[in-house]
């Protein structure tokens, strides 16, 4: 599986937009980009997902260059609840395959 | 709809002694994942059930830890004799089989496991 590669940390403030940028140079054809979000005591939640260009959901927005090996997380308007860790995984984006989990990105919103 | 429901929250053992985590994952789901974090590191895969069976179990640490799913429904994790590094939290997961899915995985909120 593609190894991902994110910043430790970020900090930002209330009502700025957050943008977290993955690396996977390795990403093989077949597989998809899915960020995952994770408070603490949580089990992660599954934010967005994406194979090339651009997907849009009521979360986040997820930017995905042409060569694909990188990957931007975009977060419109953080408020503080959005103070957590965030995952970028590669795989197949099938049922049925395990995730890999990375270091992720730790998202301290402040006032 | 339930979620992916993991008992117990939080178990304090003392080195030697067994625990059991069980899982219920949610209603329909064929595949069942464990997953851990131990202090201060990565999450790390465990195993991967595909209804009762084992699809992957590459990722289970010796032969301490033992999980099952009879009847491909709720699983079981447990750990015997249990040591001081098997602490973390113990985190559950499940997903729904068949095509034109993102394979979103639905976790559970974690056992917490203390080893004394």
């Known amino acids: 599986l593609a190894k991902t590669t994110q910043p430790i940390s970020m900090d930002s403030y209330e009502g700025q937009e957050v943008n977290i940028t993955c690396s996977h140079n390795n990403i093989a054809t077949n597989d998809y980009i899915t960020w995952y979000q994770q408070f603490p005591s949580q089990g992660p939640r599954f934010i967005i997902q994406?194979?090339?260009t651009k997907v849009t959901n009521e979360v986040a927005s997820l930017f995905i260059p042409a060569d694909r090996k990188s990957s931007t997380l975009s977060l419109p308007r953080v408020s503080l609840s959005d103070t957590a860790v965030y995952y970028c995984?590669?795989?197949?984006?099938?049922?049925?395959?395990?995730?890999?989990f990375g270091k992720g990105t730790t998202l301290s919103v402040s006032s | 709809e339930a979620g992916v429901t993991q008992f117990p929250s939080h178990s304090v053992i003392e080195k030697g002694q067994t625990v059991t985590l069980r899982c219920d994952p949610i209603s329909g789901h064929d595949n069942l994942y464990w997953y851990r974090r131990v202090m201060g590191k990565e999450i790390k895969f465990l195993l991967h059930?595909?209804?009762?069976?084992?699809?992957?179990e590459s990722g289970m640490p010796n032969n301490r830890f033992l999980a099952e799913r009879t009847g491909g429904t709720y699983s079981t994790l447990k750990v015997q004799p249990a040591e001081l590094e098997d602490s973390g939290v113990y985190f559950c997961?499940?997903?729904?089989?068949?095509?034109?899915?993102?394979?979103?995985?639905?976790f559970g909120e974690g056992s917490r496991l203390t080893v004394l």
């Open positions: 997961a499940s997903s729904q089989e068949g095509t034109g899915n993102t394979g979103e995985l639905f």
């Open positions: 994406g194979y090339k």
């Open positions: 995984l590669v795989g197949d984006g099938k049922a049925g395959t395990a995730l890999i």
């Open positions: 059930f595909v209804k009762e069976s084992k699809q992957d």
